[in-house]
Every structure is written in C-alpha cells, then in structure tokens.
C-alpha cells in the first residue's frame, strides 16, 4: 500500500514515513498540495497525511480543507490522515471531517502507537473492500472449477 505524506516539517515527515515503512507501506514525501491531483492520478496512493494548515513558509494558496473538498467532490475517495497543532485557534470540527468521510484528525503531538493504529484501521478497511468474502468463494470456485463445499455441503 502506498502513502502520500505532504511535508512541512522535514522531521515529523520522516517519522511518519518511518512508522509506515515498518508497517509495510510505500512512502512518498512531497513538498506541497499544489500537483496533488495529478501525484493521485500517477500514484496508486491508498492514504494521505499532511498537516492541517501549512506553514506560513508555504505557498499554497488554496487551503488544504477546500483541496481535500475539491477531490472528495471530483470522486477521489482516498482516505486522509489531518496533523492538528495542540492548541489550534481554531480547531477543526470533526464535523466536517464525518461529512467528507474517510478523514481522520490526529492532534500533534501524534504518538506512534496513534499513526500504526490509523494505518492498520486503512490497510484493513482497504483489504475488506478489495477481498470481500463472496469475491473469494467465486476466487475458489474458478480455480476449482468445482463447488466449494460449507460444512460438508455443496455450495452453488
């Protein structure tokens, strides 16, 4: 699985991007949002991190909110970790991220045990989508080329 980690604080990149290696993702770091659909559109990328408001240092001109807005609107479903500051002015209303679905808040600092647990909650839902029980029976049965038999009994 593949994971998109927007960077703006080169340290807490790399250790996201350390623990997500150790869980077996794919990681990809990348500076800003500005080419985000076309990084999804290149990438097979199943989660992306970045911090809720990017530094003052940046130059994004869109807000990473209406970016994440924009994609949910185009179809893109990829599901998102938001980095929240402790003690934001303005704190984000968890609302809103219930709306959009598929994206969760962490507040900084973040622990390790948080982000492997947001991971493994993704690689999970992901795995169930992709491998669903009835895609496996109908897996069998073609390679079989026989019924698959529940409990003793014939299963068509």
């Known amino acids: 699985m593949n994971i998109l980690i927007i960077n703006h604080y080169g340290v807490l990149a790399k250790v996201i991007g350390r623990i997500a290696e150790q869980s ?19 990438n097979e990328i199943d989660l992306l991190v970045c911090d809720l408001i990017p ?11 209406t970016r994440i807005e924009e994609l949910r609107k185009a ?9 929240e500051e402790e003690k934001a002015e303005v704190p984000l209303d968890p609302k ?3 709306r959009l679905g598929g994206v969760n808040l962490f507040q900084k600092p973040v622990s390790i045990r948080q982000m492997r647990q947001g991971l493994n909650e993704v690689r999970t839902r992901a795995v ?20 698959v ?5 014939a299963v068509s």
């Not at 659909?37 to 290149?42: G, H, R, W």
């Not at 179809?75 to 980095?83: D, E, H, I, K, R």
């Not at 038999?149 to 009994?153: C, I, Y």
């Open 24 to 42: 077996g993702w794919h990681v990809l770091i990348v500076e800003g949002m500005g080419d985000l659909p076309n990084l999804l559109k290149q």
């Open 55 to 65: 530094p003052a240092e940046s130059k994004e001109e869109v807000s990473r909110i």
């Open 75 to 83: 179809g893109v479903n990829t599901p998102v970790f938001l980095l």
């Open 96 to 98: 809103w991220a219930d």
């Open 128 to 147: 169930r989508e992709k491998y669903s029980l009835k895609t496996c029976q109908d897996a069998m049965r073609a390679a079989l080329n026989k019924p």
């Open 149 to 153: 038999l529940n409990k003793g009994r």
